[in-house]
């Protein structure tokens, strides 16, 4: 692996976690280097950072705020 590359998810811990995780980015970050976004878009989608995601999480969040409140105004 490139040099430049191996600095770059030095800087990015959460980034080296995905390759440790899932090896065949390692292969394919040697074989082409330029695929770092594609390992980005990856890890968002692996950490729940997707705009999709963080809308399911708030509305999560919002259903269960609306329960408690719900149980709270029946006593």
Request: charged letters at 35%.
């Given at each position: 692996?490139?040099?430049?590359?191996i600095q770059?998810?030095?800087?990015?811990p959460?980034?080296?976690?995905?390759?440790r995780?899932q090896?065949h980015w390692?292969?394919?970050?040697?074989?082409?280097?330029?695929?770092?976004?594609?390992?980005?878009?990856?890890?968002?989608?692996?950490?729940?950072q997707?705009?999709g995601?963080?809308?399911?999480?708030?509305?999560?969040?919002?259903?269960?705020?609306?329960?408690?409140?719900?149980?709270?105004a029946?006593?």
């Open positions: 692996m490139r040099r430049e590359i770059y998810l030095d800087q990015r959460d980034l080296k976690f995905i390759i995780e090896p390692y292969r394919k970050l040697s074989r082409n280097p330029a695929s770092i976004q594609e390992l980005e878009e990856e890890a968002k989608t692996f950490y729940g997707t705009f995601q963080r809308v399911d999480r708030l509305n999560g969040q919002i259903e269960s705020f609306s329960k408690l409140l719900q149980l709270f029946k006593q």
